[in-house]
């Protein structure tokens, strides 16, 4: 198990409502091509896509598995209560974990994944609590590593120890030019070129799945560094449309070659949790 200064941290009871479904933007979106589509947008309860299944298998503008969760403080469930966060059903038995931040008109939303059988249940004006406990988590023997993840989840990782390297488990090890910068602790996996796609395998990406990109340091804030590394979380769809591509929560950022990766089967969240299913 790693060592953290996880007994130092505040632990922070935050509640969060169900962001309401957007309206598309002028009825529709345009795709790569300029042709009009029409979709769903961003927000609410999605009751047929779940974390594991390929992001093209739903249409719609950044769809999120599960519950999209907006809290009073736009922005501050965004730092607070990063992946892995326990949340649960305000005065009700459902318990889940937040999967990460996603695109929401542009900031302030996470997505929270809970069984089934609880997603089928929620009508969408539930109160949600999330119990953080993350903020200024630190890897004692690899400092410049920066951490956006709960801890509870950090110990479940299988992760690898060698050569002064921490190794963690990805379904994708993405080179530099597939990354968009949508923001502090959010990245997206982007491209409008079919070849460069099919290279990476891209349309195999699945929601959930664990990236590296290489030479993208997001120790604070995006931008190419040679030798970096950023290992985030898939959380939606995406979308069609230039800039659309899914979105990708921040785990693990560091500006040398301390951090990596290594492509596993266990290199999605679904892998970690019971209400999950494999990819």
Known sequence: MLK????????????ASVAEVKEPNYNGYLDINGNGVLMTGPGGICR????????????????????????????????????????????????????????????????????????LSFEGDEQFLLLCGS?????????????HIHPDLLDKLPVKEEN?????????????????????EQLSVLTSDA???????????????????????????GAFLRGAATIGIVTDNGA????????????FSSKDSTLGGYVSDMGNIARYYEEGKEC
Do not use: Q
């Not at 903020?135 to 951490?147: F, H, K, T």
């Not at 069609?240 to 785990?251: A, M």
């Open 195 to 221: 070849v460069t796609a099919a290279e990476a395998e891209l349309e195999t990406l699945c929601v959930g799945d664990f990236v590296m990109f290489t030479d993208i340091d997001h120790t604070w804030g």
């Open 48 to 119: 047929n896509f779940k974390v594991g299944d390929r992001c093209d298998s739903i249409l719609g503008h950044h769809i999120v598995p599960g519950v999209c969760l907006k809290g009073a403080n736009d922005g501050a469930l965004t730092y607070y209560a990063p992946t892995g966060t326990p949340v649960s059903k305000c005065g009700g038995e459902a318990k889940g974990y937040v999967l990460g931040g996603c695109s929401y008109n542009g900031s302030g939303a996470i997505a929270a994944v809970f069984p089934e059988k609880d997603i």
């Open 164 to 184: 002064g390297r921490l190794l963690f488990p990805v379904a994708k090890i993405l080179p530099e030019k597939y990354a968009g910068y949508l923001g502090a």
């Open 135 to 147: 903020y200024g988590l630190r890897l004692e023997d690899y400092p410049s590593i920066v951490c």
């Open 4 to 15: 953290t200064n996880r007994a130092k941290l505040p632990i922070l009871p935050l509640k």
């Open 240 to 251: 069609c449309h230039v800039g659309g591509g899914p979105t990708v929560s921040v785990l």
